[in-house]
């Protein structure tokens, strides 16, 4: 899969529509680019329960427009960027079933109906919700 292609391709579309991006699970491999923060009017982005690694880029935090976010069910490290809680228009948030560690950055609460980290190590968050999300320690 040509993450650059798509970029390119949704750069070019990106003038006069609002954007999806979503695949069906098991198609997508490798790190997620820092490119796809370029993608400035993209409102749905599901790259759930695919085989994704790396970490989350911050650029993640450019997408104004984003009101979904999926990303949950992969091979996902690192913390989750600060960047996330720019994101005021966000009401979707699916981050669980990574390796993601750390502590839970600020998140739009505002916007945020729906929130899920759970089976992700953040110590300092005991059982439970915090910044309205469903979390549940997963520490090995």
């Known amino acids: 899969f040509n993450w650059i292609a798509l970029a390119f391709v949704m ?16 198609q997508l491999t490798g790190r997620i680019p820092s490119l796809i923060g370029n ?9 759930g329960q695919q085989s994704l690694t790396g ?4 650029s993640i935090g450019n997408l104004g427009q984003l ?14 960027p600060p960047s996330i809680g720019s994101l005021d228009q966000l009401a979707w948030l699916e981050l669980h ?3 993601l560690s750390g502590s839970v950055p600020i998140l739009p609460a505002s ?15 005991t059982n439970g919700e915090a910044a309205g999300c469903e979390i549940r320690p997963n520490c090995a």
């Open 11 to 26: 750069e070019l579309m990106h003038a006069t529509l609002h954007l999806i991006l979503a695949f069906n699970p098991g």
């Open 39 to 47: 993608l400035s009017l993209l409102t749905q982005l599901d790259l």
């Open 55 to 58: 970490t989350i880029p911050s």
């Open 67 to 80: 009101t979904s976010l999926s990303l949950g069910g992969n091979y996902l490290s690192g913390s989750i």
């Open 97 to 99: 079933d990574n390796n």
């Open 111 to 125: 916007s945020l109906d729906w929130c899920f980290l759970y089976g992700n190590c953040f110590p300092d968050v």
